[in-house]
Each structure stands twice: as C-alpha cells, then as structure tokens.
C-alpha cells in the first residue's frame, strides 16, 4: 500500500467551527492510524478529516507511539483553500482559475488560511478592497458552503475534487515524476510551528522538499501572526488528545 487518504468523519452543520468536530474526529483519525501502523506503515498518508490542524498532529502522535512515524510521509490535505484562492483571484482578474496559481499557507481553518496574494502567478496587484474581499472569502469559503446548505451539510464535490487532485500529485511523486508542487500542511521548520501548510515538492518518499515562505507584505506578515497564534493551540490540541 503506497498512498492511504483519510476522508473520514462527520461533516460541518451550520454554526459548527472546524473545531467543533474535534471531538468526533479525533478519535476517528486516531483509530485508523493505530490501523495504518500495524498494516501499512510506510504508505504515504493524506489526511483530509477535519479540523486538520489537529489531526494531523493526532497522526502523528499515533505514529510515534507505533514507532512508524515518517514526516515526510504524513501530509494535511489543504488543496481545497488553494482551488477556492485561485478561483476567487480569477473571478477578479477575469480570467480562467486554471491560469491562476495562488500560494496558501499556514493552516486550514478560518484566520490559519492565509493566501500570499503577493505571489500569485501570474504577478498581478490588488486594491486593500481586493485583498480584504479575497482574504475573507478564502478564509469562510467552507462556512458560507455550510450556511448555504443549511444543515444538509458541507462542501463534499469541491472537497472530492481538490482531495483527488492533491491524491494525484502524491501519485505522480511515487512514480517520480519531476517538479510536483503543492500546498500542505507538514512537519515543518518554516516557521516556530511544528506544523504548518506551505508549498512542498512532492517525490517518492513525500515530502522531499518543504520551501520557505518566501517575502511577506505587511497585510501578509500580520495575518501569519495571527495564523501562528490560531495553530499552535490547534496543534497542542491534537497532541493533547494522544499523550494526555
């Protein structure tokens, strides 16, 4: 078994946080890691169950605890922030999302999400106006799908779509193919985190590559404070949840 994608838990309802799902989910994801240990230690693992700034760590943990823990292999699904960043840039720049390529780092809940509109591709600038709108709506684009369905749940074909692409690269990688890049959220040095979403290069052991964060404007330099405060007691959570 090469690759093992963990989708599994309940969905959001509307006036649920990410975190509110913790404690159902947390004891999902920390079932089917014992599992992953025991039978397929050295898959590469894609978590995509909520709130992953905690499950991942919960992963984590439960891999260190079975002595199989690879970083390189334990990878938080967070391509659907970057599909919902480079669709929102499209639509006010007008042109085709499939051009766009817009950098998403930090985590994958609310203030976490943190879009470096100064590095989309292709180079462009915004108003305040603009970057305000754009933030706020990556950041609550997964709140405003909940509120839209209004209790029949959460985003699930944007969800399927951006977990099949990030699924694919990770495929691409094992094979060997050359120059796979894509937002995750990893064991990381970037920042004082031990997690934390940023571009990574992936290869056949993982994530062989985790690349800075590159240069920050000053809008983008507060809001990873921020994002840096949310996380670290997300992550402490979901490690909490293992070694307590």
Known sequence: MDLVIIPAGVPRK?????????????????????????????AIVNVISNPVNSTVPIAAEVFKKAGTYNPKRLLGVTTLDVVRANTFVAEVLGIDPREVNVPVVGGHAGVTILPLLSQVKPPCSFTYEEISYLTDRIQNGGTEVVEAKAGAGSATLSMAYAASKFADACLRGLRGDADVVECSFVASQVTELPFFATKVRLGRSGAEEIFPLGPLNESERVGLEKAKKELAGSIQKGVSFITK
């Open 14 to 42: 509307p006036g649920m946080t990410r975190d509110d799902l913790f404690n159902i989910n947390a004891g999902i994801v920390r079932t089917l890691c014992e599992g992953i240990a025991k039978c397929c230690p050295d």
